[in-house]
């Protein structure tokens, strides 16, 4: 099953997600594929350094539009990466071969998985289709705050014409993750979260990814929250969020 953790606003958590989920889902033993799609590399960087030429290697996200192989790196067990850097966005000017190649490049490789997660870009251009064309389920982080739902709505938005112009007939928005939650603003936090699950009944998972140092910390030395704080808060944050994915995903089969 392919999964996307998409959001059209930057800074809501989505990468940190993708690499401690992914890291967090290995460590329950699912077979797990990580893929970075977005041009800013953050992921690339915080699992294989900020120097590492992904470029060089087959781990390289852009060679399923070079014609070239693709093999994925093996980063943890039961946990494979595929990579890329900033000439991935020179792929949006593709027509729509940018829409169709990831799904292509992917599909050779599900049976070797249990999921395959896929960060990607900040964005409603191609290589967004590009992501919902290659994905089953959606999952959205969002950081409480006011005007949230109206980002939302965009998003759904763009999924149902995805779905209406047979991008993707079949994908489904799995779910949305409360990320970025601050402890200090409990009060208010609190209020838009609860008129959030009203608005959006049964969208909205319960696992919450709170604010911690070491989600933030852990990237900068190549390391998960698993790695950067054993048996930490941040550590419970992703083992429960990585159940209830587990449990959603099965069901929604």
């Keep these: 099953m392919n999964i996307g953790i ?5 800074g809501v958590g989505k990468t940190a997600i993708a690499q401690n989920l992914s890291a967090a889902l290995s460590r329950k033993n699912k077979k797990t594929l990580l893929v970075d799609f977005d041009p800013q590399a953050s992921l690339t960087k915080s699992i294989l350094g900020r120097d590492f030429q992904i470029s060089e290697t087959d781990g390289y996200v852009r060679n399923f539009y070079n014609d070239k192989e693709v093999s994925p790196i093996n980063v943890y067990p039961n946990l494979d990466f595929i ?5 991935l966005a020179g792929v949006a000017d593709r027509g729509i071969e940018a829409i169709w190649g990831l799904q292509e490049g992917l599909s050779s490789m599900s049976a070797n998985y249990d999921y395959i997660l896929i960060d990607s870009l900040p964005s409603m251009g191609s290589l967004f289709l590009a ?3 290659a994905c089953d389920r959606v999952i959205i982080p969002v950081v409480p705050e006011f005007q949230v739902l109206n980002g939302l709505k965009d998003f759904f938005d763009t999924v149902e014409k995805a779905k209406a112009r047979k991008i993707n007939e079949n994908i489904q928005i ?3 993750i409360f990320s970025m939650v601050e402890s200090h603003k409990r009060k208010m936090q609190n209020t838009i979260m609860d008129e959030l699950k009203n608005d959006l009944n049964g969208m909205i998972w319960e696992t919450k990814i709170y604010n911690r140092v070491s989600i933030s910390e852990a990237p900068g030395l190549r390391q998960n929250v698993f790695e950067y704080e054993p048996g ?3 550590a419970d944050f992703f083992t429960a969020l990585a159940e209830e994915f587990i449990r959603k995903m099965e069901e929604s089969k």
Aim: some cysteine; overall charge positive.
């Design 6 to 10: 998409t959001n059209q606003k930057g």
């Design 83 to 87: 990579g890329c850097d900033g000439m």
């Design 131 to 133: 992501v919902l064309k």
């Design 174 to 176: 799995a779910g949305i």
């Design 232 to 234: 930490g808060i941040a």
